[in-house]
């Protein structure tokens, strides 16, 4: 039986070793995924305009630390935890295939306890979020689907151009320094295109999309 020299193992551990590259995130559309989260079987989805980077802060995109920044940001969980109809699922091509949004949050209206229940009468924005952490693409950045809504009356369907409000109001209340529960944040905000297609194509409730996604990094302070 044929044994590796000693001195060969440092060499073959090394090689078996491939340590994982920081990347803000991975295009989900390269690898089989896509920019559109799937809503069900109508083959429609909602476009995941926002990104937070795999460059921010570690303790940011663990599922407490965004649950944290997005308090600080003016966004919470659900009305009392009550949640209407099934998850979306989204591809983000890192080799998990379709897997359910991690969590919903909604505009808490400056308050982190009650104030989702208001969101759920009046309408304001939301977003669905699922992390990039596959083995085929392990960013861990996590991929938000946001957009702005109508009030309980109008069942909650999407404000017309609702998916690049519901971006920009989201990233207007990020960018710069904010704070909760003692942390406190410095997010830096860009734009990128090619990422999204503009248009209404394969876009759930016929809305059109300007194709741009955000991306958010986020630092601790």
């Not at 969980?77 to 295939?97: M, R, Y």
């Not at 309980?152 to 690049?164: A, L, M």
Request: overall charge negative.
């Amino acid at each position: 039986m044929y044994a590796l020299p000693l001195l060969a193992l440092p060499a073959l551990a090394s090689a078996l070793f491939v340590p994982r590259v920081p990347v803000a995130y991975y295009d989900p559309n390269a690898n089989g995924g896509s920019m559109l989260d799937s809503v069900g079987s109508s083959g429609l989805g909602e476009p995941l305009n926002i990104i937070l980077s795999g460059l921010s802060s570690p303790a940011v995109l663990t599922d407490a630390g965004v649950l944290n920044y997005a308090r600080a940001i003016g966004f919470s969980e659900e009305c009392f935890g009550i949640h209407q109809g099934g998850p979306q699922t989204a591809n983000l091509g890192d080799g998990n295939g379709y897997t359910d949004q991690l969590v919903e949050l909604r505009q808490d209206y400056g308050s982190a306890g009650v104030g989702t229940c208001l969101e759920s009468l009046v309408g304001g924005n939301h977003f669905r979020i699922w992390r990039q952490n596959g083995t085929e693409a392990n960013s861990g950045a996590l991929f938000f689907a946001t957009s702005q809504e109508e009030d309980v009356t109008e069942h909650h369907t999407i404000v017309p151009d609702g998916y690049n409000i519901g971006r920009d109001l989201l990233a207007q209340a990020a960018v710069g320094t904010t704070s909760y529960g003692g942390v406190t944040y410095n997010t830096v905000a860009n734009n990128v295109t090619g990422l999204l297609k503009p248009g209404v194509e394969g876009v759930n409730h016929n809305i059109s999309t300007d194709g741009i996604t955000t991306i958010l990094t986020v630092t601790i302070q």
